[in-house]
């Protein structure tokens, strides 16, 4: 009988467990990446198109979507230690399993990537902010990401510079919860300047021009279709 009321109370205990809010997600951004060498650093841009797959959790049920925009961003590294730190941006507007508009915009950073020295390939880990609008309401999402990308060649528009094409494989996965503002619509442009103290990441270690670009993206609904200028 003992062990009756035990696993009762295991199979109790297990329905009562709550799923978190969360997003989990695949970015895939493809495009060209342009690049700069003095000595042994390097510095370089990316610019291109964003497609986005993934789910949210919000109040236990799983909602499912695919969603699409653009991404950009910057990185350097040094060629001697083959570490590169990248900064990105993107905006991706779609709609989810029920036929329900969905935008997620944000941005990541790639600390410590490894580029490999034979080929043009790179990946890494770091962590990603994003303001989701779904369902008349405005959510945040913090977490880890993982990136992974490759190219190759092509002939550069600067001849100063070297140029590849190829793609940036990215994934997401962090807690969601309602902004802070109670989740309504409209959001107040101002609390651009409030969500420098919320990233996950030292605000300094970003380009000025990109920064600006993510705490406008982060506060307000952009044009996904092509950027965000």
Excluded: K
């Excluded at 989810?96 to 600390?111: A, D, F």
């Excluded at 390939?121 to 977490?143: E, L, M």
């Excluded at 989740?183 to 270690?205: F, H, N, R």
């Amino acid at each position: 009988m003992r062990a009756i009321w035990i696993m009762l109370a295991i199979v109790m205990a297990g329905c009562s467990t709550a799923l978190a809010d969360s997003l989990t997600g695949q970015g895939i951004a493809t495009g060209n990446a342009v690049l700069w060498f003095s000595g042994t650093n390097a510095t370089g841009t990316f610019d291109g198109t964003f497609a986005l797959t993934g789910h949210l959790v919000i109040a236990d049920e799983v909602i499912a979507f695919t969603a699409s925009g653009w991404a950009r961003g910057s990185g350097s590294g040094n060629t001697s230690t083959m570490d590169i730190d990248a900064w990105a941006t993107f905006a991706a507007s779609g709609l989810t399993v029920n036929g329900e508009e969905i935008v997620v915009q944000g941005g990541l950073t790639l600390s410590g990537l490894s580029a490999g020295a034979s080929d043009s390939s790179s990946s890494g880990t770091g962590d990603f902010v994003a303001t989701i609008f779904y369902g008349g309401q405005i959510y945040t999402a913090q977490g880890s990401a993982a990136g992974f990308a490759s190219g190759s060649f092509v002939i550069p528009a600067d001849p100063l510079s070297m140029e590849l094409a190829g793609e940036g494989v990215f994934e997401l996965s962090g807690e969601l919860a309602l902004d802070p503002l109670e989740g309504e619509l409209p959001v107040d442009p101002t609390i651009a300047a409030s969500a420098v103290e919320a990233l996950p990441w030292a605000p300094e270690g970003w380009p000025e021009d990109l920064l600006a670009e993510l705490l406008d993206i982060l506060s307000r609904i952009v044009d996904s279709s092509t950027s965000s200028e």
